[in-house]
C-alpha cells in the first residue's frame, strides 16, 4: 500500500502563510496524479488543487491566485504553498494519490486511492 504522511499545518493569523507537505512511500506503485482536499467541520471534503504527473496543475476557485501546488518526483513529495490565509480556509487538509501496480507477468495493473491523515490548518481573525 502507499502511505501518504502529511506535515506543515498549525495555526496562523489572517493574511499569513504556510507551506503544508506530503510524502508517499510508494512500496512498490508508481505514483500519477496528485492532490491536496479540504474539510472543515461540518462540511463535505472539498478539491483544493490538483497536480498530474506531468506537472499540469488545476485549482478551485476559492483558492486560486493564493496556493500552489507543486511536487517533487524525485523523492515522491507533494507540497501546497498557501499564501493569504483566510478564516475561511480553516480546515484539515488531506492528501491523495492515485497509484498503479503491476500485478503479474503479463503486465496487468491495479489501480487505488490513497489518503493521508490530514493536517489542521487554522487561520485566526
Known amino acids: 500500500q502507499v502511505q501518504l504522511v502529511e506535515s506543515g499545518g498549525g495555526l496562523v493569523q489572517y493574511g499569513g502563510s504556510l507551506t503544508l507537505s506530503c510524502t508517499a512511500s510508494?512500496?512498490?506503485?508508481?505514483?500519477?496524479?496528485m492532490a491536496w482536499y479540504r474539510q472543515a467541520p461540518g462540511k463535505q471534503r472539498e478539491l483544493v488543487a490538483s497536480i498530474t504527473v506531468g506537472g499540469a496543475s488545476n485549482y478551485a476557485d476559492f483558492v486560486k491566485g493564493r496556493f500552489t501546488i507543486s511536487r517533487d518526483s524525485a523523492d515522491n513529495t507533494l507540497y501546497l504553498q498557501m499564501n493569504n490565509l483566510r478564516p475561511a480556509d480553516t480546515a484539515v487538509y488531506y492528501c491523495?494519490?492515485?497509484?498503479?501496480?503491476?500485478?503479474?507477468?503479463?503486465?496487468?495493473?491495479?489501480?487505488?486511492?490513497?489518503w493521508g491523515q490530514g493536517t489542521q490548518v487554522t487561520v485566526s481573525s
Open positions: 491523495r494519490a492515485e497509484a498503479t501496480k503491476v500485478v503479474n507477468v503479463e503486465g496487468a495493473k491495479i489501480s487505488k486511492v490513497f
Open positions: 510508494r512500496r512498490g506503485f508508481s505514483i500519477n496524479d
